[in-house]
């Protein structure tokens, strides 16, 4: 079940009348639908269960076909865009080599090379032309900050194999406030990733067909839903996809770069020639134009997190692998930064409206619009639509180990049919959606609110594998590295936080404080139900069961043994002697054992079946299991539902109403009678 149910008033459903015991489950059965109890019209007779052991059962991928004409349409449907179920079991034959690894976790990173340049140039124009050859040193100054950061996380990926997230690290060594901190500032910076992102890639199609640049909202919002449905389709798949992409843009940027240096060492690269000469002199060249410039250009590092965030995605050894891409991706970033910020400068490029920084350089270095310039602005611009992934692959991973430790509704845990987090998914689409609708898709207008998260997440994990490598008793060359990179990021982050404050960096500063307050809401109610539904073993006891009971099959469906459910069983004990309880797992099978041997030693007499749903669905194998029964009794099957009402309307988006799921797919089950005990939970500050 997706949640623990809790004591209720019933529906009251009429008593219904003896029939015979029904004999022990076959495992092949017919699915039926209609609306009367006792419907002949058999819709399919498939196998969709099979027995694995005493009191245990395996559902098989059939058990999810739909019944209904309607349904079965969705499903199809849903099949074609997205591809059929994945089995938990194939998990592992889905996780990433370190090639199509460097495809889906590097885009962000390297795509910032795209727009990093651009941005130093933009800040320094504005104390005059003259000024724009100190990118050069700045950008020096980013890239060895760069090599402190991927050398610092490649300590994290080795000390934390499982997966390295900032909120991990800061929550094992610095406390749950610092991890919630740091989670808080990743999410933020996950969705400002693509829409900044997918507004670059806008920006490089709309620089090479000007004649595009009315329809820059719907293009970005159009290319959110095609990178969306992508992910939806699967890791792998969607590495696969976006891998060519990728390599494309590392050869044509790497071309770009080679035939840029060698034209311009033969003195065959002269200086761009501008009609007319953007305004300039508005500011005065100092120290604080200077950190201006270098915040901006140290957006080139987001997205460096990316790979110790997703450890657990690269095939075995995780960790090797994972470090190994790390300094690949480092390695590419550094040099493609230098080499486009040094031409940028060599070539005396400025920034112009409607025209990217990269866009000129290609045309200089390539000798105008020429079939290379197109073929570089269109892998441009889909690295840059495609960095979207990044955020797409770690977002969705990180709300999933949020809702594990129960800061987030725990339906993010659970995995979709293609084993991706598919609500984490959507809700990082839905969110990145609005923010391109309120900034019209204009990157210059979201950087002031990028980095931040990032430096902010930086600072934090390095400073918890500081504290790690200390009580570990291992100092160091990886003490010496996190703590270099703890120094470097946290006074980048007091940089960009005071140079971008009254351009839109205070947005951020406010939203991340909130969200933790939320985070900690969500925590609170969670750890409240646990409280409230926790029972002891030492002190309940069944109440005796009448003598007069009827044999009618009763089916009590459960996820675990708590107050809701303790009074869920005793319901259905004084309706029937036949009184089943399912189980049906999705999670970790390791966790059943010992559910199973606390539910036979407090409820003896009610069997416990358990249906492993290798697809993680429950309606499903559930409700093949509840057709199998009713179709062995010849009559109907009473399901008893237990489920608790939340106080507040917003709690009840934190639980799954599996009485009101199952209440309505029983309605193409003729022979299930739905019974839901329901009863308002009560409130968190009712003591």
Request: hydrophobic share 50%; proline share 7%; glycine share 8%.
């Amino acid at each position: 079940m997706e949640e623990s149910p809790e004591p209720g008033q019933r529906s009251e459903p009429p008593r219904p009348e003896p029939v015979s015991p029904p004999p022990p489950p076959p495992t092949l059965g017919t699915r039926r639908a209609g609306s009367l109890i006792g419907s002949p019209r058999i819709v399919h007779q498939r196998r969709f269960l099979r027995a694995s052991g005493s009191g245990r059962f395996r559902a098989t991928a059939e058990a999810d076909t739909p019944l209904t004409r309607g349904e079965r349409l969705g499903w199809h449907l849903r099949r074609m865009f997205f591809g059929g179920a994945l089995s938990s079991e194939v998990e592992m034959h889905e996780r990433l080599n370190k090639k199509l690894a460097l495809a889906v976790f590097a885009s962000d990173a390297l795509s910032s090379t795209a727009y990093a340049t651009e941005e130093i140039l933009l800040v320094l124009v504005l104390a005059g032309t003259m000024y724009l050859t100190v990118a050069t040193p700045i950008a020096a100054a980013i890239t060895l900050l760069l090599i402190a950061v991927v050398l610092s996380y490649r300590q994290t990926v080795r000390a934390y194999p499982g997966g390295g997230s900032s909120y991990i690290v800061a929550s094992d060594n610095l406390g749950p406030a610092a991890g919630l901190l740091a989670a808080a500032a990743i999410l933020s910076d996950y969705v400002l990733t693509v829409a900044v992102s997918i507004s670059a890639g806008t920006l490089a199609i709309v620089s090479a067909l000007p004649v595009l640049e009315p329809f820059t909202v719907e293009i970005a919002v159009a290319a959110l839903l095609i990178v969306a449905m992508m992910n939806l389709r699967g890791v792998r798949e969607s590495g696969t996809v976006f891998a060519i992409p990728t390599y494309l843009f590392i050869l044509l940027f790497g071309l770009l770069i080679a035939v840029g240096l060698v034209r311009y060492v033969m003195g065959a690269l002269p200086p761009i020639e501008y009609a007319q000469l953007p305004e300039h002199g508005v500011e005065t060249f100092g120290a604080l134009l200077l950190l201006r410039a270098f915040a901006s250009g140290a957006t080139a590092l987001t997205g460096v997190e990316a790979i110790a965030d997703g450890v657990t995605a690269f095939r075995p050894p995780e960790w090797r692998n994972a470090s190994t891409t790390l300094v690949w991706m480092g390695a590419i970033l550094a040099t493609f930064f230098m080499g486009a910020t040094f031409l940028a400068t060599r070539l005396a490029v400025m920034p112009v409206e409607g025209d990217s920084v990269v866009s000129q350089m290609a045309r200089a270095v390539f000798g105008g619009p020429t079939p290379v310039y197109y073929l570089l602005q269109a892998s441009t611009a889909l690295i840059l639509i495609l960095a979207a992934n990044t955020a797409f692959n770690d977002f969705p991973r990180l709300a999933s180990i949020l809702a594990r430790d129960r800061y987030m509704p725990r339906r993010f845990a659970l995995r979709g049919d293609r084993l991706t987090f598919s609500v984490g998914i959507l809700l990082l689409t839905a969110i990145a959606g609005i923010v391109l609708l309120i900034f019209q898709a204009d990157t210059h207008r979201l950087i002031p609110l990028y980095a931040i998260g990032v430096f902010l997440a930086f600072t934090l994990s390095q400073a918890g594998m500081v504290v790690h490598w200390r009580r570990a008793h291992r100092g160091g060359f990886a003490m010496v590295m996190n703590a270099t990179g703890a120094a470097a990021t946290g006074v980048v982050l007091i940089v960009v936080a005071a140079t971008k404050f009254i351009h839109g960096a205070w947005v951020v500063m406010i939203l991340v404080p909130a969200l933790v307050m939320l985070l900690l809401a969500i925590h609170r109610h969670y750890v409240f139900v646990e409280e409230q539904l926790a029972i002891d073993d030492d002190d309940v006891r069944l109440t005796p069961r009448p003598d007069d009971l009827s044999d009618q099959p009763v089916i009590v469906p459960v996820r675990e043994l708590n107050l809701v459910t303790w009074h869920a069983i005793e319901y259905a004990r004084r309706l029937s002697r036949n009184v089943v309880a399912t189980h049906v797992q999705r999670g970790d099978p390791t966790q059943h054992e010992a559910f199973a041997e606390r539910w036979a030693r407090l409820i003896p007499d009610v069997p416990l079946i358990t249906i492993d749903s290798p697809y993680r669905t429950f309606l499903g194998p559930f409700l093949a299991y509840a057709d199998r029964f009713a179709e062995s009794t010849g009559g109907s099957v009473t399901v008893v539902v237990p489920e608790f009402r939340p106080d507040h309307w917003w709690q009840g988006l934190l639980h799954n109403r599996t009485g009101r799921l199952i209440e309505g797919a029983a309605e193409a089950h003729p022979r299930l009678a739905v019974t839901v005990l329901s009863v308002r939970m009560p409130s968190d500050r009712d003591g």
